[in-house]
């Protein structure tokens, strides 16, 4: 199993910027990749960005291209999102996953419990 903690979450106005964390514990030298979801109020989690560990190919939502940046820290088993000019729209809660490898019995996906993000119209 592959833990996952979220922080960097909170309030920013319009045009702001704001870091997400994503540290993981557990079987990490068994994640192939890792990704950013969000969430927002009545609507279905979506894919934010992603990344490969294996290379550290890349992957963006088109709402997201060219204002936020994922990456990975090895040493630290830690991901990162970078958000830059944040709107409205970006409001939601912000979770991170691992896509790992369970011997014997294939791929496997954990989540951290979420963090928010709000930005005031």
């Known amino acids: 199993q592959v833990q996952l903690v979220e922080s960097g979450g909170g309030l920013v106005p319009a045009g702001g910027s704001l870091t997400l964390s994503c540290a993981a514990s557990?079987?990490?030298?068994?994640?192939?990749?890792m990704g950013w979801y969000r969430q927002a109020p009545g609507k279905q989690r979506e894919l934010v960005a992603t990344?490969?560990?294996?290379?550290?190919?890349?992957s963006y939502a088109d709402s997201v291209k060219g204002r936020f940046t994922i990456s990975r820290d090895n040493t630290k088993n830690t991901m990162y999102l970078q958000m830059n000019s944040l709107k409205p729209e970006d409001t939601a809660v912000y979770y991170c996953?691992?896509?790992?490898?369970?011997?014997?019995?294939?791929?496997?996906?954990?989540w951290g419990q979420g963090t928010q993000v709000t930005v005031p119209s």
């Open positions: 990344i490969r560990l294996g290379g550290g190919i890349t």
């Open positions: 557990g079987s990490t030298f068994s994640i192939i990749s």
């Open positions: 996953n691992a896509n790992y490898v369970v011997p014997y019995q294939g791929d496997a996906i954990d």
